[in-house]
């Protein structure tokens, strides 16, 4: 199962080929109204996501399937506390930002499928979101502050692009220097 396991474009100073082909992917939608295959998609991501305590939000082509789907925290956001309920996180399924507010404002990100390095990211700090939750009903949502950028960020994962994309300063161990120089050289 997928599940299991978080795709990464890189793992231990070795790029994983076939793992960064479907990150880089743009994924598909899902058929509204949701057929047997999308549900288990999205129960799927749900329940690898309710399982961890190391992500704001996670992506369904993370974890392995390159579907439109994503689920993030809504409650304790920065905090490495696990979801308790179904009123602490929310799911997305084939989500498009709609609108964007503001100035966008650069902070640290980090990405479960780019480990041990953490990038400054620009990001819209108001954003309106048209899609569908995991029962398949339309949803019209403004996301603003952290929320948002962790919302723009999963919605990246699902254009399959990710936070090197759209960074200005990548930051990394130095003991791995050797390593990353190389794969960010242009």
């Given at each position: 199962?997928?599940?299991?396991?978080?795709?990464?474009?890189?793992?231990?100073?070795?790029?994983?080929?076939?793992?960064?082909?479907?990150?880089?992917?743009?994924?598909?939608?899902?058929?509204?109204?949701?057929?047997?295959?999308?549900?288990?998609?999205?129960?799927?991501?749900?329940?690898?996501?309710?399982?961890?305590?190391?992500?704001?939000?996670?992506?369904?082509?993370?974890?392995?399937?390159?579907?439109?789907?994503?689920?993030?925290?809504?409650?304790?956001?920065?905090?490495?506390?696990?979801?308790?309920?179904?009123?602490?996180?929310?799911?997305?399924?084939?989500?498009?930002?709609?609108?964007?507010?503001?100035?966008?404002?650069?902070?640290?990100?980090?990405?479960?499928?780019?480990?041990?390095?953490?990038?400054?990211?620009?990001?819209?700090?108001?954003?309106?979101?048209?899609?569908?939750?995991?029962?398949?009903?339309?949803?019209?949502?403004?996301y603003s502050g952290?929320?948002?950028?962790?919302?723009q960020h999963e919605v990246?994962?699902?254009?399959?692009?990710?936070?090197?994309?759209?960074?200005?300063?990548?930051?990394?161990?130095?003991?791995?220097?050797?390593?990353?120089?190389?794969?960010?050289?242009?």
């Open positions: 199962m997928p599940e299991n396991k978080t795709w990464k474009l890189w793992e231990d100073e070795k790029v994983k080929e076939n793992e960064a082909l479907l990150l880089r992917k743009r994924a598909s939608e899902l058929p509204i109204p949701l057929d047997n295959e999308a549900r288990k998609d999205v129960e799927t991501l749900v329940s690898t996501f309710l399982r961890r305590d190391d992500a704001a939000g996670l992506a369904a082509p993370q974890i392995g399937i390159s579907k439109r789907i994503v689920v993030f925290k809504t409650k304790n956001i920065q905090s490495g506390e696990p979801v308790k309920d179904d009123s602490e996180y929310e799911v997305l399924i084939n989500p498009r930002i709609t609108q964007v507010r503001g100035d966008r404002e650069t902070m640290r990100e980090g990405c479960l499928s780019c480990p041990d390095i953490s990038v400054e990211v620009p990001r819209y700090p108001s954003i309106k979101v048209k899609a569908y939750d995991r029962n398949g009903n339309k949803i019209n949502k403004r952290f929320l948002a950028r962790v919302v990246d994962h699902l254009e399959g692009k990710l936070i090197i994309d759209r960074g200005t300063t990548i930051y990394y161990p130095q003991e791995k220097e050797l390593f990353f120089e190389s794969l960010f050289k242009k």
